[in-house]
């Protein structure tokens, strides 16, 4: 882990404005995973709202994504620094306990305090076919998502109940998903992963409620980023089975937005004394029923023929022994 010393360039500042809704004057607000999507946005947010941030993220090793990594982090620093006070950045790799540990402490160091801290960090996977696929290579895939995604928000919750129990105060909250409830269709490492990150909230708010320390989940809907545009989108921009099935289920029949997702976070950021191990489900009402089989569901709106077909190829595709 070490601090990146960035200065400010209002050219590479991404194209951003917020109208203050909440006022976090004083607050320190910490963000892992503070280089993706969703963190960008809440960030300088938080910023607009008078809060001072501070962000963690590891850079990729492959040159060309490092080139995008840094680019992207040089903006996310200048939208933040133009809203409010420069962010405290620092480079640190969430699935080793070292580094969050240090993270954590470097913050409370430099701002004095860590109010409320949010665990972005997360990956996705392709859909897992546990009859075709390669079992070792399944295997692998599984173990990386659960690394990071539950590993990694174990390590969060352990560094930030260690600056927040002695305040007696703090907020510590983790990115869930309706993976967390929900089966997300062949998301076998996702849906273990987040189901047991909500596991880590419960456990955590009924621990260090005691103390002032307040953990809980945001779980928004489906938000096209980064993380799961391939899943959900054609290289044309058009939408995959995937995508129809949970919009299908989805009462606004819309993806959620970037700026949707961080009202709720921004209203989470505000003293709510009686909010702990609880998840909060921005999502459009989508977590009512979820999405299951993406080429069933399609096909179900194409009539009971196109069913059939499906069971007939099912059957080709998938021979009986």
Same mark, same amino acid.
């Given at each position: 882990?070490?601090?990146?010393?960035?200065?400010?360039?209002?050219?590479?500042?991404?194209?951003?404005?917020?109208?203050?809704?909440?006022?976090?004057?004083?607050?320190?607000?910490?963000?892992?995973?503070?280089?993706?999507?969703?963190?960008?946005?809440?960030?300088?947010?938080?910023?607009?709202?008078?809060?001072?941030?501070?962000?963690?993220?590891?850079?990729?090793?492959?040159?060309?994504?490092?080139?995008?990594?840094?680019?992207?982090?040089?903006?996310?620093?200048?939208?933040?620094?133009?809203?409010?006070?420069?962010?405290?950045?620092?480079?640190?790799?969430?699935?080793?306990?070292?580094?969050?540990?240090? #993270?954590?402490?470097?913050? &409370?160091?430099? %701002?004095? /305090?860590?109010? @409320? *801290?949010?665990?972005?960090?997360? =990956?996705?996977?392709?859909?897992?076919?546990?009859?075709?696929?390669?079992?070792?290579?399944?295997?692998?895939?599984?173990?990386?998502?659960?690394?990071?995604?539950?590993?990694?928000?174990?390590?969060?919750?352990?560094?930030?109940?260690?600056?927040?129990?002695?305040?007696?105060?703090?907020?510590?909250?983790?990115?869930?998903?309706?993976?967390?409830?929900?089966?997300?269709?062949?998301?076998?490492?996702?849906?273990?992963?987040?189901?047991?990150?909500?596991?880590?909230?419960?456990?955590?708010?009924?621990?260090?409620?005691?103390?002032?320390?307040?953990?809980?989940?945001?779980?928004?809907?489906?938000?096209?980023?980064?993380?799961?545009?391939?899943?959900?989108?054609?290289?044309?921009?058009?939408?995959?089975?995937?995508?129809?099935?949970?919009? #299908?289920?989805?009462?606004? &029949?819309?993806? %959620?937005? /970037?700026?949707? @997702? *961080?009202?709720?976070?921004?209203? =989470?950021?505000?003293?709510?004394?009686?909010?702990?191990?609880?998840?909060?489900?921005?999502?459009?009402?989508?977590?009512?029923?979820?999405?299951?089989?993406?080429?069933?569901?399609?096909?179900?709106?194409?009539?009971?023929?196109?069913?059939?077909?499906?069971?007939?190829?099912?059957?080709?595709?998938?021979?009986?022994?």
């Amino acid at each position: 882990m070490h601090v990146v010393p960035i200065s400010v360039d209002s050219t590479t500042a991404a194209d951003f404005s917020w109208t203050p809704t909440v006022n976090l004057e004083g607050k320190v607000v910490f963000a892992f995973g503070g280089a993706g999507n969703l963190a960008e946005t809440f960030v300088q947010a938080a910023a607009a709202c008078g809060a001072r941030v501070a962000l963690a993220d590891l850079p990729p090793r492959d040159p060309e994504r490092r080139e995008e990594f840094d680019a992207k982090l040089r903006s996310i620093f200048a939208g933040v620094a133009a809203a409010g006070d420069a962010p405290l950045v620092l480079h640190a790799d969430l699935t080793s306990i070292d580094d969050v540990l240090e #993270a954590a402490s470097e913050v &409370k160091t430099r %701002l004095g /305090r860590i109010d @409320v *801290a949010v665990n972005f960090a997360g =990956m996705h996977h392709p859909v897992f076919d546990l009859v075709r696929d390669d079992a070792a290579e399944l295997a692998a895939r599984f173990r990386s998502v659960i690394e990071l995604n539950l590993n990694g928000a174990f390590f969060f919750t352990v560094a930030l109940a260690r600056v927040m129990v002695p305040q007696r105060s703090g907020h510590i909250i983790h990115l869930c998903s309706n993976a967390s409830r929900l089966a997300l269709y062949g998301s076998y490492g996702y849906n273990s992963s987040k189901h047991g990150v909500e596991g880590i909230v419960k456990t955590a708010a009924a621990q260090l409620a005691a103390f002032g320390v307040r953990v809980n989940g945001i779980a928004p809907g489906t938000v096209v980023t980064d993380l799961n545009r391939s899943l959900t989108m054609t290289p044309e921009g058009d939408y995959r089975p995937r995508a129809k099935s949970i919009l #299908a289920h989805t009462p606004t &029949k819309r993806f %959620l937005t /970037r700026e949707g @997702v *961080a009202e709720t976070l921004l209203s =989470m950021c505000v003293e709510q004394r009686h909010l702990t191990g609880n998840v909060i489900f921005p999502d459009d009402g989508y977590n009512i029923e979820g999405h299951s089989w993406p080429d069933g569901s399609e096909a179900v709106y194409a009539g009971p023929e196109a069913v059939d077909e499906l069971y007939r190829r099912l059957d080709s595709d998938y021979p009986q022994g």
